[in-house]
């Protein structure tokens, strides 16, 4: 059974400063997707970035980038230049890349941006 | 175009009684999915339906848990009876074609069980 982790309940940043949020996995599968999900206070769960695992090269979005090392199953979030608008609950996500459609989640990692 | 909306946003009930919640997804998405959040845990899958029929309820806990979703639109998850356990954040996803590029989530709805 695939397994997601992460180890940070709780981080915080300086206001224009840097945060690496981190995610380990397990799965025995070779063809999965990773997913970085945002909740801000009070709304909705909305996708920050996605990564095939077949691909080496790592996604970005804006400030947004991860570090995606397989063999080590890690997927590590890179946010740059934070903002007051990046508070949020962080979850990562797994899936398998055939079959079911279900995510996979971490517990989660709140991330409060100082001004 | 209106995003997912979960009714009611908050429901408190007695242990054995019946709550249902409701999920409108995103009008046109086949894929309909249910996840539930416990305090502090993880989210974890339900059940995902394509239209009207469910493609994987791997997820449902036990049999005090009922999903629908007639006519392939909205869809209504039941807990009969409710038990202390059952509290969580219950939230809806969809999506469309290729639901491996994004599934997206509705607000959520809070269970609380007393």
């Known amino acids: 059974a695939q397994t997601v982790t992460q180890s940070q309940p709780e981080m915080s940043v300086q206001e224009a400063e840097t945060v690496t949020l981190s995610c380990t996995y397990d799965t025995s599968e070779n063809n999965y997707y990773l997913f970085w999900y945002k909740q801000p206070p009070s709304r909705q769960m909305i996708l920050v970035i996605r990564q095939e695992a077949y691909k080496q090269q790592n996604a970005t979005e804006n400030r947004f980038s991860v570090n995606f090392q397989k063999a080590a199953k890690s997927f590590s979030l890179k946010i740059s230049d934070s903002q007051l608008g990046d508070t949020a609950m962080y979850f990562c996500a797994f899936m398998k890349g055939a079959g079911t459609y279900k995510y996979i989640f971490g517990t989660g990692t709140r991330l409060k941006v100082l001004a | 175009e209106a995003g997912v909306t979960q009714f009611p946003s908050h429901s408190v009930i007695e242990k054995g009684q019946t709550v249902t919640l409701r999920c409108d997804p995103i009008s046109g998405h086949d894929n309909l999915y249910w996840y539930r959040r416990v305090m502090g845990k993880e989210i974890k899958f339900l059940l995902h339906f394509v239209k009207e029929s469910k493609q994987d309820e791997s997820g449902m806990p036990n049999n005090r848990f009922l999903a629908e979703r007639t006519g392939g639109t909205y869809s209504t998850l039941k807990v009969q009876p409710a038990e202390l356990e059952d509290s969580g954040v219950y939230f809806c996803?969809?999506?469309?074609?290729?639901?491996?590029?994004?599934?997206?989530f509705g607000p959520g709805t809070r269970l609380t069980v007393t």
């Open positions: 996803a969809s999506s469309f074609g290729q639901p491996r590029l994004e599934q997206y």
